[in-house]
Nanobody
Framework: QVQLVESGGGLVQAGGSLRLSCTVSGRTVSDWPMGWFRQAPGKEREFVSAFSAYGNIYYADSVKGRFTIARDNAKNTVSLQMTTLKPEDTAVYYC???????????????????WGQGTQVTVSS
């Protein structure tokens, strides 16, 4: 059974930084697609960043240059370092893992078959 647990969310002022972490069990982070998504109130869940199964890294245009995804194979975790945060980054952030065989883009939610419970990030202006 695959389980993902996010941590590290909180309240931060605009321009500040936060680091989210996702602890994974039942699947090795280095071998499977791993993604971060976020969902603001009243909006659809949107792609933030991901590792492909081959280790390629992808970012949404809105976070490129500000967010950095990383993985720790020894701890089997995936992190998201967020800097220069903006009020529009406020959302619940979700970690997810998906199929290695799917041909769907890692930026679509349909690629992923296991999700964490989410962690709230609030950026005040």
């Amino acid at each position: 059974q695959v389980q993902l647990v996010e941590s590290g969310g909180g309240l931060v002022q605009a321009g500040g930084s936060l680091r989210l972490s996702c602890t994974v069990s039942g699947r090795t982070v280095s071998d499977w697609p791993m993604g971060w998504f976020r969902q603001a109130p009243g909006k659809e869940r949107e792609f933030v960043s991901a590792f492909s199964a081959y280790g390629n890294i992808y970012y949404a245009d809105s976070v490129k240059g500000r967010f950095t995804i990383a993985r720790d194979n020894a701890k089997n975790t995936v992190s998201l370092q967020m800097t220069t945060l903006k009020p529009e980054d406020t959302a619940v952030y979700y970690c997810a893992t998906g199929s290695r065989l799917s041909t769907m883009s890692v930026s679509t939610t349909r690629r992923y078959d296991a999700w964490g419970q989410g962690t709230q990030v609030t950026v005040s202006s």
